[in-house]
Nanobody, 127 residues
Framework: QVQLVESGGGLVQAGGSLRLSCAAS????????MGWFRQAPGKEREFVAV????????YYVDSVKGRFTTSRDNAKNTVYLQMNMLKPEDTAVYYC????????????????????WGQGTQVTVSS
């Protein structure tokens, strides 16, 4: 089973960029679809983005399409979330998550399908 550690969060002004990384332990990283979720204060955790096991498919929530890009490097056991044109409403704790029980091109978006989670990293966007 993989263990996940996020990094790259911080404070940025609106319009700025951040790149989150999620490093996975273990030798089976390429067997997992990798998702990104976020939770803003007082709100439920929500889906942000997902990338398939091989990296060939991605999917984004409408609110981040055109601004966020997820990618992965299976040789480095790492998935990334590049966030551009950040808005104050993007402020949240961001989590990466892994879903093993998927086909090679699957892009799961439901939180309950993910069985491994990182500890989260705070992203704060000031106006």
């Amino acid at each position: 089973q993989v263990q996940l550690v996020e990094s790259g969060g911080g404070l940025v002004q609106a319009g700025g960029s951040l790149r989150l990384s999620c490093a996975a332990s273990g030798r089976t990283f390429s067997n997992y679809a990798m998702g990104w979720f976020r939770q803003a204060p007082g709100k439920e955790r929500e889906f942000v983005a997902v990338i398939s096991r091989s990296g060939g498919r991605t999917y984004y929530v409408d609110s981040v399409k055109g601004r966020f890009t997820t990618s992965r490097d299976n040789a480095k056991n790492t998935v990334y979330l590049q966030m551009n044109m950040l808005k104050p409403e993007d402020t949240a704790v961001y989590y990466c998550a892994a879903d093993r029980d998927v086909g090679s091109m699957a892009i799961p978006t439901l939180e309950r399908l993910y069985d491994r989670w990182g500890q989260g990293t705070q992203v704060t966007v000031s106006s």
